[in-house]
């Protein structure tokens, strides 16, 4: 046979392996594009960081005092004329009353008191309602030596270095108060803050103490006691002048003057003026000061401290405001009068974040990990095909719509029957793990004959059950259990009695619990979507490999697919932190907004044991109880702000805290992911 003839081989056209022009382009144009997008987001985010930056810089700079100029008496201005003027009465008027007092060079304290008359067409006149000679109502044998008016009465210093506090009630002048400022060195002088309910006190040391009216712990009355000491002087001031618009005051003597900030205890600037000072004088709105020399000339200076109230000690600091029997975190920054001290503690509003956070979690984590599991390696391909994309569609659902259920509906229906829901939420896993233990002890012949996938089926009616059961029984749990005793001996079962008496912690109807329901429905689409694509994305050799070694479905999903998924789980719960982290809206209408701290300054733990009114958290942990966080905040006063105050820029201060703790958080969870993604890598 002829020799056949070898096959030719096969010749490649070289044009197949070659790339379209066209897609040569698009694909430049769209690295192009995901480079500039990239580019973009982090010059967007540094770019904010840096507005933040520039709007709470200020809120650091330290006071000034700028030289003006230098007039002699004929050239003074109307302002310094006026608020150099010293005259033998002092007056002051609060509420509608008009007090004046002055001292006779006989020791009688005389006092007059007018209230002003109301009328159809606004204020009226004056009208005298007394007059009388207070002197009496000193300590025997005391003689006076300066008398101040406050907005409740009269200050007057004793030639023994003693203060004498006297009430104006509704019978007239009492003596309510005496108190020595200073035990080891003499009393220089006093003078009230504005507000008239605190008192400056200095001494021959140049040292001043701050007394503010609050009504001491088991008492009845407000009395003085001393909330701050300063030292801003060497030497004996002989001039002290409160700003009339904060709670800031000057205290200056012939060499030196201090600018003193109240409210936080801090000395703001310390000042030489280079000349002898022999008296001073204060602008109106305190901006303008005239330090007069021995040969009367004024020695104007502008006076610019634009955020006094603020500082580290009143942002995060324990600060003893005026009216309050001691230390305390607090957050209100506005009231309805002039005289107002702003409390600007960020700790309380951090603390209200953390708490809605840590609460929407505890709902979120557990219920989106374990449905993401069960949806990756147990449930049927088909309702997969359902489940997944619903759940997905709860991630669109606008918050405002979501706080505006949690208000309306799920708040008042929870405030009745918290028992009840609190048995349901510990039915459904006990009913689910029931079903599992009975679903194990079944023959394997029944178990075999029914179809793939339709577990949830035959799990549902035992947990909507005992579920149901659970709500049924919480009013007999109530009733036999959560019983308060009325302050008229009676007794009633309500767990909104009950548990302030329990615990000595209030119940609200807009809490963290309906925070953490509803911030929680938030948070799960975002959770179960990332950990059901990390669980499912899982290489289906390894899961084939453990199988075909005789590991069980939950052994393979315990010991392969979570460690491996590990990574993507942990984006997950950041992911479901940061979302959290900045809810705004949910948070404004479901719970209070209030800012809530603990009264004992405690961070993390309370007194001690449930029961007896002991709880073993602090306070503002109360799940029953309302918060304010930092996003809420920013949203709520943010428009009402007037732009560049103290006010303004703390709110961008809580933003850059929000910021830093974000950025931190992710910081942190993104090193943990790196190092697990590597720990578990596969191939």
Not at 292 to 317: I, K, T
């Amino acid at each position: 046979m002829p020799e056949s003839e070898p096959h030719p081989e096969p010749q490649t056209a070289p044009r197949r392996f070659e790339v379209s022009r066209g897609i040569l382009r698009m694909e430049r144009v769209m690295h192009g594009v995901i480079v500039f997008g990239g580019v973009a987001v982090i010059v967007a985010v540094f770019g904010i960081f840096a507005f933040i930056l520039r709007e709470i810089a200020p809120l650091f700079q330290s006071a000034r005092i700028t030289p003006q100029a230098v007039l002699s008496a004929d050239e003074l201005p109307g302002w310094v004329r006026a608020a150099s003027v010293d005259p033998a009465l002092v007056e002051a008027a609060h509420s509608g009353r008009r007090v004046r007092a002055w001292l006779e060079p006989d020791g009688a304290l005389k006092t007059e008191v007018r209230r002003q008359k109301r009328t159809l067409m606004g204020d009226g006149e004056w009208l005298l309602e007394r007059e009388e000679n207070a002197a009496p109502l000193l300590p025997e044998g005391a003689r006076a030596q300066a008398v101040r008016v406050l907005a409740e009465g009269l200050a007057v210093s004793l030639a023994d270095g003693r203060v004498a506090y006297l009430h104006l009630g509704a019978q007239g002048w009492e003596a309510r108060q005496v108190f020595r400022p200073f035990t080891d060195t003499e009393l220089a002088g006093i003078e009230p803050l504005a507000g008239g309910v605190s008192l400056i006190c200095h001494d021959a040391t140049g040292r001043a103490r701050i007394f503010s009216l609050y009504i001491p712990e088991g008492g009845a009355q407000r009395l003085f006691g001393q909330t701050k000491e300063l030292h801003p002087l060497s030497a004996r001031a002989t001039f002290c002048l409160p700003l009339p618009l904060n709670k800031s005051f000057l205290l200056g003597n012939a060499r030196e003057v201090a600018l003193c900030q109240a409210t936080t205890g801090t000395v703001r600037l310390r000042f030489q003026p280079g000349h002898e000072v022999a008296r001073a004088a204060l602008g109106g709105k305190g901006r303008e000061l005239a330090l007069f020399d021995p040969e009367g000339r004024a020695h104007l200076y502008a006076v610019d401290d634009p955020h006094p109230e603020g500082g580290w000690r009143a942002w995060f600091g324990r600060v003893w405001y005026e009216g309050y029997p001691k230390p305390v975190h607090e957050w209100q920054s506005s009231s309805g009068t002039d005289d107002f001290e702003p409390k600007l503690s960020l700790v309380p509003l951090i603390i209200g974040t953390l708490k809605g956070t840590f609460y929407a979690l505890l709902v979120a984590v557990p219920v989106a990990l374990l449905a993401a599991m069960f949806t990756a390696q147990f449930l049927n391909a088909r309702l997969k095909g359902v489940v997944k994309p619903a759940m997905e569609i709860m991630a669109s659902l606008p918050s405002v719509v979501l706080g505006f259920l949690a208000a309306l509906w799920l708040a008042p229906l929870i405030e009745g029957r918290v028992p009840s829901v609190l048995l349901a939420l510990l039915a459904l896993p006990l009913a689910a793990l029931l079903t599992g233990w009975l679903w194990g002890r079944l023959p394997l012949r029944l178990r075999a004959a029914l179809p793939h996938g339709a577990e949830p089926f035959w799990l549902l009616p035992p947990m909507l059950l005992l579920a149901w059961a659970g709500w049924e029984l919480g009013p007999v749990l109530e009733r036999h259990w959560m019983v308060a005793v009325l302050p008229d001996g009676s007794k009633a079962a309500d767990f909104r009695l009950w548990w302030p008496q329990f615990t000595g912690l209030p119940f609200d109807q807009r809490n963290g619990m309906v925070v953490g329901f509803m911030m929680g429905f938030a948070v799960i689409p975002v959770i179960f979507t990332i950990a059901e694509d990390a669980l499912s994305n899982v290489p289906g050799e390894l899961v084939a490999a453990s199988e075909a070694l005789g590991a069980s479905r939950w052994q393979v999903l315990r010991t392969v697919v979570l460690p491996v998924a590990s990574a993507g789980i942990f984006s997950a719960l950041m992911i479901g932190l940061g979302r959290a982290v900045g809810e705004t809206m949910i948070v404004v209408m479901a719970t209070g907004n209030t800012p809530v701290m603990d009264e004992t300054g405690r961070l993390l733990l309370g007194d001690g044991l449930l029961g007896g009114g002991k709880f073993p958290l602090a306070a503002h942990w109360n799940p029953f109880d309302g918060m304010r966080t930092l996003s809420a905040n920013l949203a709520v006063e943010l428009p009402e702000a007037p732009q560049g105050s103290t006010h303004y820029r703390t709110l961008f201060l809580g933003a850059f805290v929000l910021f830093v703790l974000t950025f931190a958080l992710n910081t942190a969870a993104e090193l943990l992911r790196q190092r697990l993604r590597r720990k578990f890598k596969v191939g």
